[in-house]
């Protein structure tokens, strides 16, 4: 275990990565408290105003990014700068993908349900990075041996095979199963192995004439929605806070 961790996190090529995940974890987790405590109306916090403009967090965010990246590319990685840099990057990227679902649907749509977004896509780009930190490559590169990393024919070959699989799970319809099997080779083949999703590419494609198949798919989707659907929400719920309802749409009667 110590060797371990000598080697894929203390090592100095790491160790800005691994500041950079700890500021980007540490500011969402941060973020939200302030920001669930200012919708409850306690503590001392409030919004930021400045002329009537609400300014979101995800202005400072979009600062902090531009320079911890700016000051990481100057720092070639190395001492304390590379060190401040990876901090100032984490905390900034923290503070913008807190907003995704801002940026994605141009609205603030913080605590609606479209604001889950936002916490699916800190949650999935926490994970990808840790697993880089572990030590996986995009791709099975770090499956190879250093033999097989000299022979450029089986590394091209393992990453666009790889890259085949990733790019079949998303056409099925898996976007996490794509994005982590970018990471585990593994994930990828599974994905796109199995059965796309109903009104995926894939499924519009090849299942138009097989009535069984999308029988198939559409069953086996609606179990798997049933059964993680629920506890999924439930963690969305307790780590951003719960969307506020929706307000009932009445019927046009004119």
């Known amino acids: 275990m110590g060797h371990w961790w000598e080697r894929n996190i203390v090592e100095p090529g790491k160790l ?15 973020t939200r408290v302030i920001t669930r405590l200012i919708r409850a109306g306690k503590g001392p916090f409030g919004n930021v105003n400045a002329g009537g403009l609400h300014i979101h967090h995800v202005v400072p965010g979009v600062v902090l990014t531009v320079v911890g990246g700016f000051g990481a590319v100057a720092s070639d990685r190395h001492g304390v700068g590379a060190a401040v840099s990876a901090v100032l990057f984490g905390i900034g990227a923290g503070l913008v993908l807190d907003e995704f679902a801002l940026i994605l649907h141009l609205d603030d749509v913080y605590w609606s349900a479209e604001g889950r977004k936002s916490v699916e896509v800190v949650a999935l780009t926490a994970a990808l ?12 590169v770090n499956d190879l041996t250093q033999e097989e990393l000299q022979d450029r024919g089986r590394v091209i070959g393992t990453i666009v095979g790889n890259f085949v699989f990733a790019l079949i799970a998303l056409g099925k319809g898996k976007t996490r199963v794509a994005i982590f099997g970018a990471i585990v080779p593994l994930v990828a083949v599974v ?11 894939w499924a519009r494609r090849f299942y138009g004439r097989r009535p069984r198949a999308r029988a198939k798919a559409a069953l ?6 049933r059964r993680w659907a629920g506890p999924r929400r439930v963690l969305q719920d307790w780590i951003g806070g719960k969307p506020d309802p929706r307000p009932v749409q009445l019927p046009d009667h004119r």
């Open 16 to 30: 800005p990565l691994l500041l950079a995940l700890a500021a980007f974890v540490l500011a969402f987790v941060v």
């Open 220 to 225: 086996r989707a609606y179990r798997h929605d």
């Open 129 to 140: 990075v840790g697993l880089l930190l572990a030590g996986f490559a995009p791709f099975g």
């Open 191 to 201: 994905g796109a192995v199995r059965l796309a999703r109903p009104g995926s590419p």
